[in-house]
Every structure is written in structure tokens, then in C-alpha cells.
């Protein structure tokens, strides 16, 4: 357990029901971490607020699409207003798409880099403003497996490139603002029980199960795990990092 008391934390993506975000969201409240649900599913937002406060934990909803740089400045002005800081930002927010080069078009490859990338780079750039402020800020971006050894789950190609360019981003950004006690890290899952894994055929699920050293998906409780440690004041000095949390499927 870490003491995430008196920070605010803002996880985007978390309004998904069987999604890593909401895992993540709840683990931070847990922790005692005021969290922000940041999702353009106004309904979703809705039910992990309800869900953490059911279980004692502070939570704010802002329905926001990522994309859109007013949505997102109107999310950073508001949780100002509401709390005046900002001291975590968990960059979850995601798509997906399965499709081969061959099949894609370009409006398919611009969708996903402009929530994966464009999307990430929005939040960061809003919300590190308020970190540098501070002198203080942890940001944890959602890489994938797919970044490293293209591909291999679900996404397409666009989804492996978007995912690559958030750990490159990560990198440069934590040599730019490091030194002002802000830490960009990221998480590179593996295949994860969400809707994905479950939306897998038996054949397609035991191929990919057979590549994975422990045998079965990771949990999203798994990944959230590396995310709080990552966001919290113990990781000090640990930046420009990539964690893998994939079972073994992948060793580098
Ligand atoms: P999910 O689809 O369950 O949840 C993603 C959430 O992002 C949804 O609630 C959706 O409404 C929200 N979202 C999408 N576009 C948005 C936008 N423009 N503005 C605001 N919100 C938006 O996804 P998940 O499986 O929980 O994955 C979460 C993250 O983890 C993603 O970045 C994904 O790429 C990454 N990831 C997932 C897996 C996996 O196995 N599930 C593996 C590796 C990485």
C-alpha cells in the first residue's frame, strides 16, 4: 500500500466496465487518492464514481474526449477548481482496431494515433503545466506489448506504431522535465483479462496462451499494481522507465 492522501489522481479512460481504467481508478482510491474518472462514456464515468464512493473512496467524473484540446483544458480547469492540484496522470484512454496494412486506410491509421498519441499528448501537456507549477508530478502512460514485438494480441499495425511512439514520447519528456521532480514512466501489458481476451476465439486464445510463460492473461488488478507503484513518491527516481507486465511473453 502506498499513501496517495491529500493527491489528486487523474485516470483517463477508467469509465470502461471490464477495462484496465476502472481497476486502476479504484486502486488509487483505495490508497486514498482523490481520483478523477476522465472518459468520453459519460454513463461509464458515472458508474466508477458510484463504485468508489460505494466503497468510501473520493471521486470526481469529468466526461472528456482526449482529442479535443478545449475538452481537455475545460478537465484541467475544472479539477482546479475542484481540488487546485494535480499530482498524477494516469494516460489510459485507448483504441484498438484489428486490421491488416493491406486492409487499412489512413482516416483507420489517423483514429488510432489520435487518441493513443495525439490524445496522450494533450493530457500530458495540460496537466504538466499544473505539475511544473507544483514541482511535483507522476505520469504513467499505457504502452502495450504490441509496441515491442509487434503486434501479436489484437491491434493492427497503427495500434503497435502508437504504442511504440508513447514509449519514445515518455523518454523525451522525462528528459525534459525530470529534473523538476515530474516522473514520466510507462507500462507495456501483455494480454489482459479484459473484453478483448474475452472476445477471442477458443483457438486464437489457446495460440496466444501458449506463448505466455505463466499460462493465462494477466489481471487488470496486475497492471494497476505497477501504475500506482510507478505514481507514487517512493518511485523517486525511477524515470524514462517502460515495465512490462506480460507473464513472460515478452523478455527484453
Ligand atoms: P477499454 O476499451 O476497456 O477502455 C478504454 C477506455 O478509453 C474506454 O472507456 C473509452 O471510452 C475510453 N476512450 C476511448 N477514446 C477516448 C477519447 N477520445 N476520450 C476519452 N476517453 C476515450 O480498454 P482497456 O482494454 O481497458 O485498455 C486500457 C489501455 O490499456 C489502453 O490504452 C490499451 O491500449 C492498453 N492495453 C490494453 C491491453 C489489454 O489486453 N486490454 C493490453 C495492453 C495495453
Known amino acids: 500500500m502506498f499513501d496517495f492522501d491529500g493527491q489528486v489522481v487523474i485516470v ?21 487518492a482523490a481520483v478523477v474518472i476522465a472518459d468520453m462514456n459519460e454513463a461509464g464515468v458515472q458508474d466508477t464514481v458510484n463504485e468508489i464512493r460505494a466503497e468510501g473512496g473520493e471521486a470526481m467524473g469529468v466526461t472528456v474526449n482526449v482529442t479535443d484540446e478545449a475538452s481537455v483544458q475545460k478537465m484541467v480547469d475544472d479539477i482546479m477548481d475542484a481540488y487546485g492540484r494535480i499530482d498524477v496522470l494516469i494516460n489510459n484512454a485507448g483504441i484498438s482496431q484489428k486490421v491488416t496494412v493491406a486492409d487499412m486506410t489512413l482516416a483507420d491509421m489517423r483514429k488510432i494515433f489520435e487518441v493513443n498519441m495525439f490524445g496522450l499528448f494533450l493530457c500530458t501537456q ?8 507544483q514541482k511535483y508530478g ?115
Request: net charge positive; charged share 25%.
Open 12 to 32: 483517463t479512460g477508467s469509465g470502461s466496465p471490464k477495462g484496465i481504467g476502472r481497476t486502476i481508478a479504484k486502486t488509487f482510491a483505495k490508497q486514498k
Open 126 to 133: 495540460k496537466c504538466m503545466k499544473v505539475m511544473r507549477d
Open 138 to 252: 507522476r505520469i504513467v502512460n499505457l504502452s502495450s506489448v504490441s509496441a515491442k514485438r509487434g503486434g501479436g494480441v489484437f491491434g493492427g499495425a497503427h495500434y503497435s506504431a502508437s504504442k511504440a511512439a508513447v514509449l519514445a514520447f515518455s523518454k523525451n519528456l522525462s528528459r525534459e522535465i525530470s529534473a523538476e521532480g515530474i516522473t514520466v514512466n510507462s507500462v507495456c501489458p501483455g494480454l489482459i483479462n479484459t473484453e478483448i481476451w474475452k472476445s477471442l476465439p477458443k483457438e486464437d486464445a489457446d495460440k496466444i496462451i501458449d506463448g505466455i510463460p505463466m499460462g493465462r492473461p494477466g489481471e487488470t488488478q496486475e497492471v494497476a499494481n505497477a501504475i500506482v507503484f510507478l505514481a507514487s513518491r517512493e518511485a523517486s527516481y525511477i524515470t524514462g522507465e517502460e515495465i512490462d507486465i506480460n507473464g513472460g511473453s515478452h523478455m527484453d
